[in-house]
């Protein structure tokens, strides 16, 4: 594998004023040409001409680096190194230079459609947040980082998505939808695994999109309204137990009311449906127990 190499190159500003004076100089000796007696016109024809050729490829050697970019150098396909350092930079003019950004980029993955663990059609998509932390593996390791990057991250999630169920069943199992954190966790481990070979680092995944599959939106809807309903009502009972476990010790323990095996009964029962019930209560007198 090919590893980044950094290098410096010259300051680019010394040599600009080099190349400018020769330049003048290559005018100068085109311009000059009757007036120079001492010189053949061919003689200073040719001076010019190399003056000029020299000043070319002087001018070819020039190359900025802006801040969080890179420019790979190259000699005739060959790595030669990385140059970080900012501003104008001069290099060998024969050097083939190829900029990398190493910016911090995100961008967003296309809704997927896959099945979830449970196998339900689910539509999915994540954020991801990378940047370039080697631009030697990602100049020559790929074809186009960029372009993998997109479609492994994709890769990646359509995986993840497939290892969890979208809603679980369980009190302490992992889904999609209930474990956000530990869910992006283990995309961003999963997408810098397949992105490790192009010196690409993942700096953040996260989910953006989730929801069931438009064909059993409307009856997965009804599942997690049926669930939550038997979660409130197990709530309620329990409560409710509570409540009459502590009316009956009071009683008990003050002396209200003597009760019979039968009576606790029929309170415990009273209580439970006036706790309970989903609609309020009415009173009712017991005319059997009015004496004329």
Same mark, same amino acid.
């Given at each position: 594998m090919i590893k980044e190499l950094r290098i410096s190159a010259a300051s680019g500003y010394l040599l600009l004023l080099v190349d400018v004076v020769l330049y003048i100089a290559a005018v100068y000796a085109f311009v000059s040409i009757k007036r120079v007696e001492s010189m053949s016109p061919i003689a200073v024809t040719f001076t010019g001409l190399a003056i000029l050729s020299v #000043?070319?490829?002087?001018s070819c050697g020039f190359?900025?680096? %802006?801040?969080?970019? #890179?420019?790979? *150098?190259?000699?005739f396909g060959k790595y030669v190194g990385t140059v970080k350092d900012e501003g104008l930079r001069w290099a060998n003019p024969f050097f083939g230079k190829r900029s990398v950004s190493l910016r911090t980029r995100n961008f967003e993955t296309n809704r997927l459609k896959v099945n979830d663990f449970d196998g339900n059609p689910i539509e999915i998509g994540a954020v991801v947040v990378w940047k370039v932390v080697d631009s030697a593996e990602a100049s020559f390791q790929v074809d186009n980082y960029e372009n993998y990057v997109n479609i492994q991250s994709e890769s990646a999630l359509r995986t993840l998505a497939t290892h969890y169920a979208y809603d679980s069943h369980e009190q302490d199992g992992i889904s999609l939808r209930a474990?956000?954190?530990? $869910?992006?966790?283990? *995309?961003? =481990?999963? $997408? %810098?695994?397949?992105? +490790?070979v192009a010196g690409?680092?993942?700096?953040?995944?996260? $989910?953006? =999109?989730?929801?069931? #599959?438009?064909? $059993? +939106?409307a009856a997965m809807l009804q599942r997690q309204q049926a669930s939550a309903i038997v979660? +409130?009502?197990s709530k309620i009972v329990e409560g409710a137990v509570g409540m009459v476990e502590m009316a009956l010790a009071m009683l008990n323990e003050r002396a209200v009311v003597s009760l019979d095996e039968e009576r606790k009964a029929a309170m415990v029962s009273n209580l439970l449906?006036?706790?309970c019930g989903e609609r309020s209560t009415q009173p009712v007198i017991n005319a059997g127990t009015l004496h004329h």
């Open positions: #000043a070319i490829l002087v190359f900025t680096v %802006q801040p969080n970019k #890179a420019v790979v *150098l190259q000699l474990n956000t954190d530990g $869910i992006a966790n283990r *995309l961003r =481990h999963e $997408i %810098q695994e397949r992105l +490790a690409v680092s993942v700096e953040e995944a996260r $989910i953006s =999109h989730l929801a069931y #599959a438009p064909e $059993i +939106a979660a +409130a009502r449906v006036v706790l």
